[in-house]
């Protein structure tokens, strides 16, 4: 029988990486991701996990640096945030154009300036369209189990693309949870050795990210948004079968609550915790409101997310980001689009809120439904609310 | 390959657009970003070959009768040889030019 271990987040998902057995781990330590390169480190260094750990001048160079090794074949991990994502930006798309299955996890963090080491979402959204597949979690188990799914959806080879596991900074990673870990036994089966299709290899000379001329970019193109819509297949049958070894189950757009209710909330990330007890709260006191939590960003969930609100008259989306001089948040926007060629949808309100750090309390949500739900009825000037900002 | 690569359909293309086949960039026509194309005087050519090392496309090569001359497939029509062409064979002239 599998026990819960009390253990920080970073730490576990470095544990879990470990289980994944990888071949090469590049990375650059930054706040609030350190503890979980720093723990493979000791890993690698204490002789208890057998891979080539590189450690870079860069994060430009740690995605480098997977790439390269990802090319040979190799199973391969990193983990950034904020800044150092912003850093590697350039070579995330190159990984995906290359269809090279690394995994990274991502530990949310607010892009500069001002300066701030807190949790928001501005780095996530910064990545949206470098043609990753990529899953935002709600607490440590979520990590854990996600990190070990990551490489088996990368390495599927209806999918061979790079995988982001994006966790919330401070909320998450520096937080000590209890923590079930799968039997080694169990995700030595789950993730058996990763074969990739055509690695470079000397003795089968092959060249890679070569040049493509404008009569075949467009093709290039295509065939990598056909395989990125079409990961959402694998991602399902990927978090199937993990439950079956876990006991523990995940679906694109997470449902709390929301089945019939006429007001629903959205949000992605570890406020999500926070948000279903203040719904418990809400409805105790006798008012219809439901969650949605995304848990897959890309591929969009498009067809779960409309079933999801299809009974709903209101749905309130609150982002950890702002899209400046745009829509407002950039989840509520997607969310919009979503949802606009349906004949009947809900009023969709956008709420921009927790950036850097800043704590959204059980009150808070009592707040922004309320509010919310108040916009729907009198309509706003505003393409966005901006959550608690001092006037 | 079966297929040349202006028919070739997302479908057909390797994983990551990989190559598999060396030396494929040779099917690719460059000599159709020429403007100017090179023309020849070849009685003032003493065949020093000077054109063909400057070529930066490396496209130029002795014909039958020994002259050296580019290959039009790849000629991109930067005028390089006839910058380089001591005896003054080359003369760049427009594409449009007879």
Redo the contacts between chains.
């Keep these: 029988m599998t026990q819960r271990v009390g253990v920080e987040v970073s730490i576990a998902v470095a544990d879990a990486v470990r289980m994944a057995n990888p071949d090469v781990v590049a990375a650059y330590p930054i706040t609030p991701q350190t503890h979980i390169v720093e723990h493979l480190a000791e890993l690698v260094a204490n002789g208890e996990m057998d891979a080539e750990y590189i450690p870079v001048e860069s994060e430009h160079s740690a995605m480098s640096a997977c790439l390269g090794a990802a090319a040979a074949g190799a199973r391969t991990f990193t983990a950034t945030a904020s800044q150092g994502l912003a850093l590697m930006n350039e070579v995330l798309y190159v990984a995906s154009g290359m269809r090279l299955p690394i995994v990274m996890v991502v530990a949310n963090r607010a892009l500069s300036a001002p300066l701030s080491i807190w949790c928001d979402h501005s780095d996530l959204m910064s990545v949206r369209d470098t043609g990753w597949v990529q899953i935002i979690v709600e607490n440590g188990q979520q990590a854990v189990d996600n990190t070990l799914c990551a490489f088996r959806i990368a390495e599927d080879r209806r999918v061979l693309l790079p995988v982001i596991v994006h966790l919330d900074g401070f909320n998450l990673t520096h937080v000590i949870e209890p923590i079930v870990f799968p039997e080694q036994a169990d995700i030595d089966k789950f993730l058996p050795v990763s074969s990739y299709p055509l690695p470079l290899n000397p003795d089968k000379p092959v060249a890679m990210g070569s040049f493509a001329p404008p009569f075949i970019f467009t093709e290039a193109k295509w065939a990598q948004e056909v395989a990125l819509k079409n990961s959402k297949g694998v991602v399902l049958e990927c978090w199937s079968d993990f439950s079956k070894i876990s006991g523990r189950g995940y679906s694109p757009v997470e449902k709390y609550k929301s089945d019939g209710a006429k007001v629903l909330l959205t949000t992605m990330g570890s406020i999500g915790e926070t948000a279903s007890v203040a719904i418990d709260r809400m409805r105790a006191a006798g008012k219809d409101v439901g969650l949605l939590k995304l848990r897959l960003w890309r591929p969009f969930p498009f067809d779960e997310l409309r079933v999801a609100v299809k009974d709903a008259d209101v749905l309130i989306v609150l982002d950890r980001d702002l899209s400046f001089g745009g829509p407002g948040g950039v989840l509520a926007s997607e969310v919009k689009a979503a949802l606009y060629s349906l004949e009947r949808k809900p009023k969709v309100v956008g709420f921009v809120g927790g950036l850097g750090g800043r704590d959204i309390t059980m009150d808070g949500f009592e707040d922004i439904v309320n509010k919310g739900m108040e916009i729907a009825r009198k309509g706003s000037q505003h393409e966005y609310e901006i959550y608690g900002v001092r006037e | 390959m079966a297929k040349s ?2 028919e ?13 086949e ?1 030396g ?2 040779r099917q ?1 026509q460059s000599g159709t970003w020429r403007s100017q194309r090179p023309t020849y005087e070849f009685k003032k050519c003493i065949r020093c070959g000077l054109c063909s090392l400057f070529c930066p496309e490396g496209c130029i090569e002795q014909n039958k009768d020994g002259y050296f001359e580019a290959n039009m497939y790849y000629c991109k029509g930067c005028g390089i040889c006839a910058r380089e062409c001591w005896p003054r064979v080359i003369k760049m002239v427009e594409e449009e030019e007879k």
Excluded at chain 2, 8 to 20: A, E, F, H, K, S
């Design positions: 690569e202006s070739m359909t997302w479908r057909d293309l390797n994983i990551g657009c990989i190559v598999t060396p494929s960039a690719y």
